[in-house]
Each structure stands twice: as structure tokens, then as C-alpha cells.
């Protein structure tokens, strides 16, 4: 079964900070680095962060120093702590292995998260 649940958005105000959870079947989970992506209005789904099987992590430029990304191999879990959050961050986020957008079909519903005063 494949399967990915999203959880822990909401309302924050700038400053604030949320942790995002993802619970990923093992069939996407197993042996490959995971990510999260976001999508805001208008723009395309971009990554912002990804964890290899090891927990080497890679963030993007436009959040590094404020994300974190963490994941729990005998939970298939992965985590994103967004902290100093702020309105650009704004967007529904995604987890899903990390590959090329064309090559992904299947997403979960993804969490929403509002930055704003």
C-alpha cells in the first residue's frame, strides 16, 4: 500500500515555528532519501529540504538556518522543524522521496501551513 500522511500545519505568526510530520509507507520510505517539497499559490512544488538513508541532510538556500529536517527509520517518519518562520514560507507542504518532480505521481494531501500577523 502506498501511502503518505502529512500532519502538524496550521496558523503561525512570523517568528514562530512548526513541526511538520509525514508517516510514508515503506514501499516509498525503504532505501531512499526523503524530502519535503512546498507548493504556494501560483508557483511550482519546489524541495527544501531532504535526508538521505543516513541522515545527511540537504537544505535549500532559501531556508537553511531555520529548517531542519530529521527522519525515524523504524517508523517510517520524517520531520521538518520550520522555525523563524516567515509569510514567503507560506504554501501546502509535501513529503515524498526525493526524485525528479515528473517522476513523482503519488502525493499525499499535504499540510498547510499560514505564516502571517
Known amino acids: 500500500q502506498v501511502q503518505l500522511v502529512e500532519s502538524g500545519g496550521g496558523l503561525v505568526q512570523p517568528g514562530g515555528s512548526l513541526r511538520l510530520s509525514c508517516a510514508a509507507s515503506?514501499?516509498?520510505?525503504?532505501?531512499?532519501?526523503m524530502g519535503w517539497y512546498r507548493q504556494a499559490p501560483g508557483n511550482q512544488r519546489e524541495l527544501v529540504a531532504s535526508?538521505?538513508?543516513?541522515?545527511?541532510?540537504n537544505i535549500a538556500d532559501s531556508v537553511k538556518g531555520r529548517f531542519t529536517i530529521s527522519r525515524d527509520n523504524a517508523k517510517n517518519m520524517v520531520y521538518l522543524q520550520m522555525n523563524s518562520l516567515k509569510p514567503e514560507d507560506t504554501a501546502i507542504y509535501y513529503c515524498?522521496?526525493?526524485?525528479?518532480?515528473?517522476?513523482?505521481?503519488?502525493w499525499g494531501q499535504g499540510t498547510q501551513v499560514t505564516v502571517s500577523s
Open positions: 515524498n522521496k526525493v526524485r525528479a518532480l515528473s517522476l513523482l505521481s503519488y
Open positions: 515503506g514501499s516509498i520510505f525503504n532505501f531512499n532519501s
Open positions: 535526508i538521505t538513508t543516513g541522515g545527511r541532510a
